[in-house]
């Protein structure tokens, strides 16, 4: 199935976001109250910090699933952490 223009920007919304703290997070949410791609985006990025996660030490990439937190595993590098250089 092909992307729509909305999908592919609320991608890019919430990579971007991820890297804000809380406070601009709220700051974006009053900003934009009737922006939905944007509040979607803001909603996602923030259910997400509750959630557990890892991330790889080389690509930075975020994974949520349990065997990956567990392995301490890399899906996109394909490696265990420890194995890493």
């Known amino acids: 199935m092909k992307k729509t223009d909305r999908d592919w920007m609320l991608e890019e919304t919430i990579r971007a976001y991820r890297g804000l703290d809380d406070d601009a997070l709220g700051v974006l949410k009053a900003h934009w109250p009737a922006d939905r791609v944007r509040q979607e985006a803001i909603a996602t ?40 250089p």
């Open 45 to 84: 990025v923030l259910a997400e910090r509750d959630r557990p996660s890892i991330t790889c030490p080389a690509c930075r990439m975020v994974s949520y699933n349990p065997n990956d937190i567990r392995e301490r595993y890399c899906g996109h590098c394909h490696q265990f952490h420890n194995e890493m």
